[in-house]
């Protein structure tokens, strides 16, 4: 692999081009920054590039040009129509109409072109360097994907998907890894653009939620709403039959022997976003894949976040501590104590640890 020695201008180009064809929302300061690195990295699984690890080499830059001018979105067509329409400006190219398709005359405008300002390879082809000299000629027809602001919040990206011939391929990262690369810019974002989750205590819950599926040592134990209706209503208490539990578990006798644990009732938190990435089609382009891993956390969240006050709720109007009741709160007890267990990360609406018990609802 041969890394290509980058400097600002071309990072402003790499910069630029992800934000079309990705939707990244880079800032196109022609920096190298940590999620410069991660978007660079989505666009080489998406590709099928050979390297994968967030630098741009020759075939990563080759899938860049490639999905910059040909590429069946929305990003390629706008792209290719200010290429036309900047060649227009810059010289005597009246024939070429922006009609966002590379065909014969415009490359034959862009050969000219690269003649006129002395380029070493007449290509017909717009790279980095063609770009820049392009802007440099046209520097008040703004080019498409430039975003001096801050690295998001950014627009609805422009493209709907990559070119269907970089499209066909198998994501060979393991979902871990594709969570991790997500969580991370999904961190930045939040980080970055607060007011991408209006509400700063679910905000950090968030945050606080993802970092710890992140690193996959954690007690990932949740109920959901219905669950912890369940239990608190006495499914899985001893003497009760299967058919008034109403519940899946394949247990061989006809009436359960003994009370059924909390846990029987809970789901891992780590495990339900792994299976909701797992179901992502490897045909989506990076930008759809994002927004479907953040629509994934936000409804774990809520899932979550509903579990907790159902509980909350059944605790405090509970009649008496025992029973179902008190094993409830037991449970419940036991891990909003723990810093280890995902439901340390929700707070009440004041910003503050849910309290533990039959207080604090």
């Not at 079309?20 to 991660?38: E, F, N, V």
Request: charged share 25%.
């Amino acid at each position: 692999m041969t890394v290509i020695n980058h400097d600002m201008n071309y990072v402003g180009w790499v910069q630029r081009s992800l934000n079309r064809i990705t939707g990244a929302g880079l800032r196109t300061d022609g920096q190298i920054s940590k999620l410069y690195r991660m978007w660079v990295m989505e666009f080489q699984y998406g590709s099928s590039c050979g390297t994968r690890d967030g630098s741009v080499d020759r075939i990563t830059q080759d899938a860049i040009i490639r999905n910059n001018l040909c590429g069946s979105t929305k990003g390629s067509v706008v792209y290719v129509q200010w290429v036309q329409q900047a060649l227009g400006i810059a010289g005597s190219f009246a024939n070429v109409l922006p009609t966002g398709i590379l065909d014969k005359p415009t490359k034959d405008a862009i050969r000219k072109f690269q003649i006129s300002v002395n380029h070493k390879h007449i290509d017909g082809i717009v790279g980095p360097k063609t770009e820049l000299d392009l802007i440099r000629k046209v520097p008040n027809l703004v080019v498409p994907g430039f975003y001096p602001g801050h690295s998001i919040p950014m627009p609805d990206p422009v493209a709907d998907r990559l070119d269907d011939t970089l499209d066909q391929h198998n994501d060979v990262r393991g979902i871990d890894q594709r969570i991790d690369n997500w969580t991370n810019m999904l961190l930045e974002r939040l980080t970055t653009s607060p007011g991408r989750i209006a509400d700063p205590v679910r905000r950090e819950g968030t945050k606080c939620m993802i970092r710890k599926i992140q690193f996959g040592h954690y007690d990932y134990e949740y109920l959901t709403k219905e669950n912890a209706f369940k239990v608190a209503q006495g499914h899985g208490e001893k003497g009760k039959t299967k058919e008034e539990l109403d519940l899946p578990y394949d247990l061989p006798d006809s009436e359960y022997k003994v009370d059924l644990p909390v846990s029987k009732f809970t789901l891992n938190a780590r495990n339900q976003l792994r299976y909701k990435v797992g179901k992502f089609s490897n045909h989506m382009e990076s930008k759809s894949l994002f927004k479907h891993y953040e629509k994934a956390v936000e409804e774990l969240y809520r899932e979550i976040d509903e579990g907790i006050k159902q509980v909350k709720y059944q605790i405090h109007n509970s009649g008496i501590k025992a029973g179902s009741y008190k094993k409830l709160e037991e449970w419940y007890d036991s891990k909003i104590g723990n810093s280890n267990s995902i439901i340390s990360c929700f707070l009440d609406p004041s910003g503050n640890p849910w309290l533990g018990g039959r207080t604090g609802y």
